[in-house]
């Protein structure tokens, strides 16, 4: 466990937008998969393959997963991110720091539930349609590793500047 301060912190606007877009995509993919369920043949894709093919196929009661899913992931990490001073951090966290760490590290959170939130929505719009598309598997390689290696090193910067503030 760590020992991080707890300290008030101006929270960004962007989380109440992305956390309200998330619930947006969340509620159009559960009213998308009911409105299609029953036009959907039997068995859908369930799998594909790193061109977007399908490759494996399963009840069309698998779909109705992925909004379900997207909603159980988002819900924890939606009250996680209300709580920066419980994350782990490269460095050491202080009073002094905090107030300038944890805001950027909440956005993170909100941003990584969002782009999880929207892979989720994609497969439930696509599956019916049995094609992925070639630029899924890349994407949901390059996005989550190109936002964590932005908010890193943002977060690694804020650290460098109040360190220099300190000396």
């Given at each position: 466990?760590?020992?991080?301060?707890k300290?008030?912190f101006?929270?960004?606007?962007?989380?109440?937008?992305?956390?309200?877009?998330?619930?947006?995509?969340?509620i159009?993919?559960?009213?998308?998969?009911?409105?299609?369920?029953?036009?959907?043949?039997?068995?859908?894709?369930?799998?594909?393959?790193?061109?977007?093919?399908?490759?494996?196929?399963?009840?069309?009661?698998?779909?109705?997963?992925?909004?379900?899913?997207?909603?159980?992931?988002?819900?924890?990490?939606?009250?996680?991110?209300?709580?920066?001073?419980?994350?782990?951090?490269?460095?050491?966290?202080?009073?002094?720091?905090?107030?300038?760490?944890?805001?950027?590290?909440?956005?993170?959170?909100?941003?990584?539930?969002?782009?999880?939130?929207?892979?989720?929505?994609?497969?439930?719009?696509?599956?019916?349609?049995?094609?992925?598309?070639?630029?899924?598997?890349?994407?949901?390689?390059?996005?989550?590793?190109?936002?964590?290696?932005?908010?890193?090193?943002?977060?690694?910067?804020?650290?460098?500047?109040?360190?220099?503030?300190?000396?």
């Amino acid at each position: 466990m760590n020992n991080h301060p707890k300290v008030d912190f101006t929270v960004s606007k962007w989380n109440a937008v992305l956390n309200l877009l998330s619930l947006f995509f969340i509620i159009c993919s559960f009213i998308y998969v009911f409105t299609i369920y029953k036009e959907l043949p039997d068995q859908i894709p369930i799998h594909f393959n790193a061109a977007g093919d399908p490759d494996n196929w399963g009840s069309k009661a698998t779909i109705i997963l992925m909004p379900l899913i997207a909603l159980i992931l988002y819900v924890p990490l939606y009250f996680l991110s209300k709580h920066p001073h419980v994350f782990n951090y490269p460095f050491k966290v202080t009073e002094g720091n905090a107030r300038s760490i944890y805001p950027l590290a909440q956005l993170f959170m909100t941003v990584i539930n969002f782009e999880m939130v929207v892979m989720f929505t994609y497969l439930s719009f696509t599956m019916a349609g049995n094609q992925l598309g070639e630029v899924f598997f890349p994407l949901i390689i390059v996005v989550p590793i190109t936002t964590i290696g932005v908010f890193f090193g943002i977060l690694y910067q804020k650290h460098r500047q109040h360190d220099q503030l300190d000396d």
